[in-house]
């Protein structure tokens, strides 16, 4: 998908623009949201977004599979279908080419899970950033650390997954698509992160409605883009 990079959104500490974070320390509560939502007055397909997955941190394959499982849930309560394409790092002479090596189609987009760097001015208070409309980036680090901080490791997924959808909402919602409910508030607090914990911090009914359209948008778009290849 060629496209330009506008903007870069970073998943940061509150008094920035677009910023987000996780202020407290996990709790030990999992709960399980419904994932058979109907969409009254929808009769278009599910839309399909295929995420391109990067995995540049020490996150294990096993936790990395289970962020992606509950950010797919994530979205799927949103009306949302995520396919996730693990794509390897290293250099790419080494490899066979594959579905990753390509240019980015409409419904594509890039997600990088990035270990922290080195320095940084707001230390593990940030946990990912934007660059609309195709491209997130996640500090698998910074969410490892408050996991370890409270004592709940086991949660990695939870946090790393709800980190992840949060970024992938910013690619369909536009950068500046945070609300004072729901996985996109810019701060999370105590009852945000039981929330999360629970499985019921999600999308808004109105962000969802919007990310399905964005989503389809681009699917009509892509579909447009195949008919004139094939023609």
Same mark, same amino acid.
């Given at each position: 998908?060629?496209?330009?990079?506008?903007?870069?959104?970073?998943?940061?500490?509150?008094?920035?623009?677009?910023?987000?974070?996780?202020?407290?320390?996990?709790?030990?509560?999992?709960?399980?949201?419904?994932?058979?939502?109907?969409?009254?007055?929808?009769?278009?397909?599910?839309?399909?977004?295929?995420?391109? /997955? #990067?995995?540049?941190?020490?996150?294990?394959?096993?936790?990395?599979t289970? !962020? *992606?499982? +509950?950010?797919?849930?994530? %979205? $799927?309560?949103?009306?949302?279908?995520?396919?996730?394409?693990?794509?390897?790092?290293?250099?790419?002479?080494?490899?066979?080419?594959?579905?990753?090596?390509?240019?980015l189609?409409?419904?594509?987009?890039?997600?990088?899970?990035?270990?922290?760097?080195?320095?940084?001015e707001?230390?593990?208070?940030?946990?990912?950033?934007?660059?609309?409309?195709?491209?997130?980036? /996640? #500090?698998?680090?910074?969410?490892?650390?408050?996991a370890?901080t409270?004592? !709940? *490791?086991? +949660?990695?997924?939870?946090? %790393? $997954?709800?980190?992840?959808?949060?970024?992938?909402?910013?690619?369909?919602?536009?950068?500046?698509?945070?609300?004072?409910?729901?996985?996109?508030?810019?701060?999370?607090?105590?009852?945000?992160?039981?929330?999360?914990?629970?499985?019921?911090?999600?999308?808004?009914?109105?962000?969802?409605?919007?990310?399905?359209?964005?989503?389809?948008?681009?699917?009509?778009?892509?579909?447009?883009?195949?008919?004139?290849?094939?023609?």
């Amino acid at each position: 998908m060629k496209a330009a990079i506008r903007h870069r959104h970073p998943l940061a500490v509150q008094n920035l623009s677009g910023a987000f974070v996780v202020a407290v320390g996990l709790v030990g509560i999992l709960g399980v949201a419904s994932s058979g939502t109907v969409f009254a007055g929808e009769n278009e397909p599910v839309p399909i977004l295929t995420v391109q /997955v #990067y995995n540049y941190s020490q996150a294990a394959p096993a936790v990395l599979t289970g !962020a *992606e499982r +509950e950010a797919g849930r994530i %979205l $799927g309560e949103a009306g949302l279908r995520a396919v996730w394409l693990e794509c390897p790092v290293g250099p790419s002479s080494l490899m066979p080419k594959g579905p990753c090596d390509k240019e980015l189609d409409a419904t594509d987009v890039r997600l990088r899970v990035l270990a922290a760097p080195t320095q940084h001015e707001y230390q593990d208070s940030v946990f990912g950033f934007t660059i609309h409309p195709a491209f997130a980036s /996640v #500090y698998y680090e910074y969410a490892m650390r408050r996991a370890k901080t409270d004592h !709940a *490791e086991s +949660e990695i997924t939870i946090v %790393l $997954g709800g980190v992840i959808a949060h970024e992938l909402g910013h690619l369909l919602l536009g950068t500046n698509g945070h609300s004072r409910a729901g996985i996109m508030q810019p701060r999370w607090e105590p009852n945000q992160v039981q929330q999360l914990m629970m499985g019921s911090l999600l999308f808004t009914p109105e962000q969802s409605k919007l990310m399905r359209e964005e989503a389809r948008t681009r699917m009509r778009l892509q579909a447009k883009v195949s008919f004139r290849k094939n023609d």
